[in-house]
């Protein structure tokens, strides 16, 4: 990953998350996230109107299938400022220990609404990046 | 879908469209995209380096495995604010035909910066909703 994508990662504040489950069905979902320069971690922070936060369906496809796709990208009605960022990766879901805490941390530095919310109660998406594509204006 | 998530489709500018391979990866992309009230349409644009824009990853994705989801949201630093909508579907690629001519009109409609690319010349994806999911305020 060059500098300038990895600028480009930290600056932005919202990414989108494709997962799939065992029979081929995409989900994608808009997501907040942090970096740590090496993987990104996301909250799981909705309460399911039933049920636990691993019911989730995001949360249940990456349990059966880690494959994931994220992608952060800028609209621009001017087309030559578009660009985005491809990330091929695997999840897993966290619920406790260091790395959990140090996504919290992050988290909560990069995202003040964070502050006030039980995330370190919840679980964490954790995304290991495999390989990058980057296309347009970064 | 209701009178308000007709119009949140509408005043989209950019929607974010996940496949996946017949082994279960997930691909993302933003899109832009046209609705006709049922049906939404996608043109692939992008001049692949080697090969026609059937060999697209995205196209490949669709022609082995149709379902798809496309979520359309908003984001905003208040929180209160923040809404989506997702659309699980089933996506096919046309080629020429009396659909294909509707759907180059309708996007040449809402982008004025396809008036001038050779979008009628190329593939379009048709998706075709089957459920929704609204969440937040859209």
Redesign the interface.
């Given at each position: 990953m060059t500098k300038k994508e990895k600028a480009f990662i930290r600056s932005s504040?919202?990414a989108?998350?494709?997962?799939?489950?065992?029979?081929?069905?995409?989900?994608?979902?808009?997501i907040c996230f942090a970096f740590d320069g090496r993987e990104l971690y996301s909250a799981v922070d909705e309460k399911p109107k039933k049920g636990s936060p691993l019911s989730l369906k995001r949360v249940r496809n990456i349990r059966v299938?880690p494959?994931?796709?994220?992608?952060i990208?800028r609209?621009d009605?001017d087309?030559r400022k578009?660009g985005?960022l491809?990330i091929?990766g695997k999840a897993r879901v966290m619920l406790r220990g260091e790395t959990h805490k140090k996504a919290v941390t992050l988290l909560r530095k990069k995202y003040s609404?964070y502050r006030e919310m039980a995330i370190h109660e919840r679980p964490i998406i954790r995304i290991t990046p495999g390989h990058f594509k980057s296309w347009g204006s970064l």
């Open positions: 504040r919202v989108h998350l494709a997962t799939a489950d065992k029979k081929g069905q995409p989900l994608v979902i808009p299938n494959p994931v796709c994220i992608v990208d609209y009605e087309w578009l985005y491809l091929m609404q």
